[in-house]
Structure formats: structure tokens, C-alpha cells
């Protein structure tokens, strides 16, 4: 890896030394990198500072001035009140923070403050500040009238005045050394809008207008996405191009009388996604996509329809479910749908008997049988295909880049995979996740579906909610009443929920079957109680975990949720996609306490029913910490800058050209990719190792 003074430590620069280097620490800076890149967390300029003069009693207001004068004054009530009068070139206001007398120590005569907070009266005009910080010492230069004004994050240790100073003596310096990490030359970066890394970071350390810091931020919102981006390039590569694909020969020989046999025509959505499979499996490349829709958009139809292009092809194929009982669902609809075609598919669980499974086995290895349903056991390896030509993997979420990694390292055949979720998340996060994934969006459902009625009810309504449930079950129609269970909790949940369900059996619905799902049980048992439900002899399901897989039971018309206020809104949605499979008008009743402070939300997801702008939701309202949260690395570390609402155009970008540079050069060993391979060896060695590619 090449030197760049860049990475020396930050002891070496100007005014730093050994003693302050070490309190720098604490703010997260060890080299000059990470000084260059500490950039400030607010700017204010004249639009947002306030001159003295024009302060007004009710304001809000910023104001930059030096103490003229200060002292402690004790109240009547024994709170001690730090003051001090702030002057600027129009004026002395009184700044007043109550109970912080500690501050007549810190601060001098002839600092120069920045505060922020209300204005009110007290003995004339007072700024209460909820925030402050000293810009510049006694005797030092202040800021330059005219300017952006720019607030470092500081800490006890490093406070502001300290960072200003060090920025002060080295900023030109550090800038200058910003041009050896450029990997990107001047065409390429005007031609994305872009400004160079080091004008970006001039900008965000000193802006000359508000706009320029944003335009800095985009920069670096860009080298992040684009190195995440190179990651995935480099599984994708591994994955569909490193390996043989497999050509699929399209004869239409069972596409055609499939479409016949249909009683529905394909949506346009459908019809749309199924061509970029249709592409994907006809080219010399392997096939790594994800369809994403939303519950009932179809996508069982649209993974029937690839399976067939593989057997009619001569190939085999395969559909992997999480759970027995979707293997069992899926396997039944789709031989109703081939029957006509005279066509059968094999079903493959743990719980199929010796004989069956020495059928199935033999089958799968002779080709005798071209397609089969079946959970994970189905890729084992003691499995043996003929030619196995595609996997499909229904609800991604339960499978990681590794799991996915493993699909595609499977030896003999690299069959195509599909990969179908039902859990739609924004474009951006799609594309942040799955970047080494294809996308296909079933972003329509077939017509005529009447839409889940949603409505929200407030906790002493819950009686009229539970006539309302009785009145369901009175019709012969099954219902949910769904109990959040939160890790932390879980206990106390549990026994709250099994609580309401003694209640709810013996009280509320004593003439009613009524079952009771929750996380402590078994696998084995969940699906006993799940499949009661299904055959209809249980009428009321009282359940903690979400019921998330896509079990289909078309006779339950209403979910009951109860505190959902601890629901995210994606998982609400998954909830309600439980109802509404039927012909039926189906409901989902949102129980929630507007005191939480949440309702807003709810109304929000109340009003709509489209998955994707319930997910868009989700992450303007949890950001995109809490998303990666839910997922299976924790918070991205990676993205300070980035900003998945704002940075789409951004991200599609930055996909397009990581992929362009891996595939053109898999090893990034061409001159001009030296330094993207540098920055992923010393800043993304983690990741490279954890996807397993480098
Ligand atoms: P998903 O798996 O996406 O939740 P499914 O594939 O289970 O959705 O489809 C839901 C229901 O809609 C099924 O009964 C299916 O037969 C039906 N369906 C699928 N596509 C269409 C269509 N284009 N028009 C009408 N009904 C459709
Ligand atoms: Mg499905």
C-alpha cells in the first residue's frame, strides 16, 4: 500500500503534540484522515444568526458575540444563575444559563460565543441558550463578518475553540494531501456533478455559501456508496460472472399452455419482471436476482414461470420456502396451476416418509423429476440433481449474503437463483443491501383486490373491537389478535400476552376455539398450532411472534394488533398482508396509546396500503440506522455521509460505475484502479473478508 501523509497520526500536525493527540481520541481522530474528515456537524450564516439589535422577547435565536462582562447571581430560590452580556456590532444582550455557575471558569472575558435558544424577559431581554460554544479565546481572531460559520463536534476534552485552532494552522495542508486518496479524475467527477475530494472537503470545512456544504457532503456520500458498492460488485462477480452460467433454451413448450391454463392474465408488473428473468436465464451469465412485492402481488405465479423456462429447457427446478407448511402451501398451488399442463411437483420436507423420499431422491437424480418444492434440506448435500438449472428462494430475508454466497459457490450445476421477498424496502436500501443482487420490482397487485381496511382504536375501545371480532367469527371467518414482543421485555411480554390470553379464552371468548402462538415454542409446535389455524379448528389465533411468513390462510378477515405503537411500520404491514388473501373484505385493527406520541405514524400507515411507500415511511421515520438495525449487520459504520432519501440518484450511480470498473477489472490491478484496491485493503478489510472476496 502506497505512504500518504495522510495516514500519519494526528500528533505530527501543527499545535497537536502527543498530550492533545491523546484527547483526541475520544472524538474518534487518530490520523490526519481522520482529522481531515472530522467536518462540522452545523452552519450558520447571516440568514441564521440573529444581529443583537433585531433580537425580540418570543424569538428563537443564534447570536455570535464577545462576553463584555459576566458573574454568578444567586436567586431567591437558591439556584445559582451564570450571566454573561453579549456584545456584537449592534447591540449587548444578557445570556443567562441557570444552575450552571461552573461556566465563570470556563469562560473569559473577551471570548467570543456562539448560542442558540429562546429569548425572554427577565429584567429586559434574556437568551436562555440550549446550546453554546466558544468560537475564539480572549485576544484571538474572530470569525470573519460575512462568512459561513461553521460548529465542529467538540467534546469536554477537544472543546470548539481548540478544534478552530488546529484546523486553522493545518487545513491547507491536510487539503493538500486530500489529492492523494483522489481515485476519481477531474472528467469523471463532472461528469457525475461532483466536486474533488479536496475541494469537497474545503467546502464542508469552508463553505462560502450553505449550498457548498451540501455539495461537499455529496462527495462524500458518494465515495461511501461507491466503495459499498465495489463490495458487492465483487460478490456479484464471484457469483454470476466468475462462474459458468447456464444458457437456458427457451422453447415455450410449457410457457404457452401455462398462460393458456391460467384464469387470470399476468399484470403488467408481472409481465415486466418476468422478462428480466426471461433475460437472465437465456444469457451465458448466471442469474442473482431478487424480486421484491408485496404480499399477494404474485410472485408465485412469476417463480412457476421461471421454473417452467428451465424444464422446458431440459433442466431441473427448485423452490426453497422457510418452513414446512409454506413448502406444503406452495407445492399445492403450484400443482393446481400445472395440472392442466400434466405436469406434478415433487414435495421434499423433513417429514416426508422413508419410501417417498427414496422416490423423490432417485427422481431428482435421474431427472425423472424436473421440478420440487421443499425447505433448505432441499440444496443439501446429499441431495443429488441431474442438471439442476435454477433455485428459487421464497422470503430473502431469512438469508444472508453469505447463505446466498454459498448458493452460488454450489458446485456442480451454478443453477440460476431467484430470490422472492415480501418484504419491500425502499430502492435505495434494496440497492444498499443487495447490491450484488439483480432487481425486479412487483410493484403492482392483480386488479380487483379490495384493499385491508385499516383503522386505529385507542385502548378503552377494545371491548367494540372484540364484538367486532365475535361478529366475524359469527360469519364462519378466522381472525388475529397480534401481541408485540420486544427482546429486552420478552419475559414481562410474555407473560402480559399469555395473561390476555387466559383472559380472552375464559372471559371474552369462552365459546370460542381459540389458539395461542408465541416464540417459545418449538418450530415443531408453531406449525401444529399454524396448521389448526389453516384447517379452520382453530377460529381465533392469539400470537406474540410476528406470524411472518407468508402462510396463506384466505378464511382469516381480521388483524387485531394490540400496542401497536411498538410495531415498525414495515412490520405492521407484513402483519395486515396476513389478511386480505380471500375473497372476503378482510380489517386490521391498530390498538394503540395516543399518549406515545406514535399516532402520527399510525395514521400515516392507516392511510395507505402500498408496501413501498410504507417502507419509504419506515426509514424517514426510524432513519436508516434503525433499518440496517433490523437487518443482519447492525448500523452501517460505513455511511456518515450518505443519506439513502436523498442519495438515490446518487446510489444508482455509484452502482453503475462500481460494476462497470469490477467487471472490467475483477482484480482492480489496472493502474488507474490502484487506489480504489488501497482504500478498500486499509478502510473495508473487514467486509472484503466477511463476504469472502479479495
Ligand atoms: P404473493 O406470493 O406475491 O403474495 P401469490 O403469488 O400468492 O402472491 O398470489 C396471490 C394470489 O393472486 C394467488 O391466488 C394468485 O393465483 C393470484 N394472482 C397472481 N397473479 C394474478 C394476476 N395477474 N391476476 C389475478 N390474480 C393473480
Ligand atoms: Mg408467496
Known amino acids: 500500500m502506497s505512504f500518504s501523509h495522510l495516514d500519519r497520526p494526528v500528533q505530527f500536525l501543527k499545535g497537536v503534540g502527543p ?167 477531474a472528467e469523471a467527477a463532472s461528469a457525475r456533478g461532483l466536486l474533488s475530494l479536496s475541494e469537497a472537503l474545503r467546502c464542508l470545512h469552508r463553505p462560502e455559501r450553505l449550498e457548498d456544504a451540501e455539495r461537499g457532503r455529496q462527495r462524500l456520500a458518494w465515495d461511501e456508496l461507491f466503495f459499498l458498492q465495489i463490495l458487492q460488485a465483487l460478490v456479484r462477480h464471484r457469483a454470476t460472472l466468475a462462474s459458468p452460467g447456464r444458457r437456458h433454451l427457451r422453447t415455450n413448450a410449457l410457457i404457452r399452455p401455462l398462460h393458456d391454463a391460467l384464469p387470470f392474465e399476468l399484470t403488467e408488473a408481472q409481465t415486466r419482471v418476468l422478462r428480466e428473468i426471461y433475460a437472465d436465464m437465456t444469457a451465458d451469465r448466471r442469474m442473482n436476482r431478487l424480486v421484491q412485492g408485496d404480499v399477494g402481488s404474485g410472485k408465485t405465479v412469476v417463480a412457476l414461470f421461471a421454473m417452467l423456462l428451465a424444464v422446458e429447457g431440459d433442466r431441473q427446478a427448485v423452490l426453497m420456502a422457510p418452513t414446512e407448511l409454506l413448502a406444503e402451501q406452495h407445492a399445492r398451488r403450484i400443482g393446481e396451476m400445472i395440472r392442466p399442463l400434466g405436469l406434478d411437483v415433487a414435495l421434499l420436507t423433513g417429514s416426508v416418509g422413508t419410501a417417498e423420499r427414496r422416490r423423490i431422491l432417485d427422481g431428482l437424480r435421474t431427472g425423472g423429476i424436473p421440478l420440487a418444492v421443499g425447505t433448505h434440506a432441499l440444496i443439501q448435500d446429499t441431495v443429488a440433481f441431474q442438471d439442476l438449472g435454477l433455485v428459487v428462494v421464497d422470503e430473502q430475508h431469512r438469508f444472508g449474503v453469505r447463505q446466498r454466497m454459498a448458493l452460488a459457490d454450489s458446485p456442480e450445476h451454478h443453477p440460476d437463483v431467484l430470490i422472492m421477498s415480501a418484504t419491500p424496502i425502499p430502492r435505495s436500501l434494496a440497492l444498499t443491501l443487495y447490491g450484488d443482487l439483480d432487481l425486479s420490482l412487483l410493484d403492482e397487485l392483480p386488479p380487483g383486490r379490495s384493499p385491508v381496511k385499516t383503522y386505529l382504536r385507542l385502548p378503552d375501545k377494545r371491548e367494540s373491537v372484540h364484538r367486532f371480532v365475535e361478529t366475524e367469527l359469527e360469519r364462519g371467518r378466522q381472525a388475529y389478535i397480534v401481541y408485540p414482543l420486544v427482546s429486552e421485555s420478552e419475559k414481562v411480554d410474555l407473560l402480559a400476552a399469555t395473561e390476555e390470553f387466559e383472559r380472552l379464552r375464559n372471559e371474552v371468548f369462552p365459546h370460542r376455539r381459540i389458539g395461542l402462538l408465541h416464540g417459545q415454542l418449538s418450530g415443531e409446535e408453531k406449525e401444529r398450532v399454524m396448521r389448526s389455524f389453516l384447517a379452520g379448528d382453530i377460529e381465533l389465533l392469539v400470537a406474540t411472534t410476528v406470524i411472518e411468513v407468508g402462510i396463506d390462510v384466505p378464511n382469516a378477515t381480521v388483524m387485531v394488533i394490540e400496542h401497536a405503537e411498538r410495531f415498525g411500520l414495515s412490520q405492521l404491514h407484513q402483519l395486515r398482508g396476513r389478511v386480505g388473501r380471500g375473497a372476503g373484505q378482510s380489517h386490521c385493527i391498530l390498538v394503540a396509546d395516543p399518549a406515545d406520541g406514535s399516532f402520527q405514524r399510525l395514521k400515516l400507515f392507516r392511510d395507505t396500503s402500498d408496501g413501498f411507500e410504507v417502507a419509504r415511511l419506515d426509514l424517514e421515520i426510524r432513519g436508516q440506522g434503525d433499518l440496517f438495525g433490523a437487518q443482519q449487520h447492525g448500523r452501517d459504520p460505513t455511511l456518515r455521509f450518505a443519506d439513502l432519501l436523498r442519495d438515490e440518484a446518487l446510489l444508482v450511480r455509484a452502482q453503475a460505475d462500481a460494476r462497470r470498473v469490477v467487471e472490467s477489472d475483477p482484480g482492480l490491478a489496472a493502474p488507474q484502479h490502484t487506489r480504489i484496491r488501497g482504500h478498500l485493503l486499509s478502510r473495508y478489510r473487514d467486509r472484503l473478508e466477511m463476504f469472502g472476496v479479495g
Open 19 to 185: 498530550k492533545r493527540a491523546e484527547s483526541f481520541v475520544g472524538l474518534g481522530i487518530a490520523t490526519a484522515r481522520d482529522l481531515l474528515y472530522h467536518v462540522p456537524r452545523r452552519y450558520d450564516d447571516a440568514s441564521t444568526i440573529h444581529p443583537v439589535a433585531s433580537l425580540e422577547v418570543g424569538m428563537d435565536a443564534t447570536v455570535v458575540g464577545r462576553v463584555r462582562s459576566k458573574g454568578v447571581i444567586p436567586t431567591r430560590s437558591g439556584l445559582r444563575v451564570f450571566q454573561a452580556v453579549l456584545q456584537d456590532e449592534t447591540g449587548m444582550i444578557t445570556v443567562a444559563w441557570p444552575g450552571q455557575p461552573w461556566l465563570d471558569r470556563k469562560l473569559r472575558q473577551g471570548d467570543e460565543l456562539l448560542v442558540t435558544g429562546p429569548v425572554k424577559f427577565f429584567h429586559g431581554r434574556q437568551l436562555q441558550p440550549r446550546e453554546s460554544t466558544v468560537l475564539a479565546r480572549a485576544g484571538a481572531e474572530g470569525r470573519e463578518r460575512g462568512r459561513i460559520f461553521a460548529t465542529y463536534p467538540a467534546s469536554e476534552e477537544v472543546p470548539q475553540w481548540v478544534l478552530r485552532g488546529v484546523f486553522e494552522r493545518n487545513l491547507e495542508a491536510l487539503l493538500s494531501w486530500a489529492d492523494e486518496d483522489e481515485y476519481l479524475d
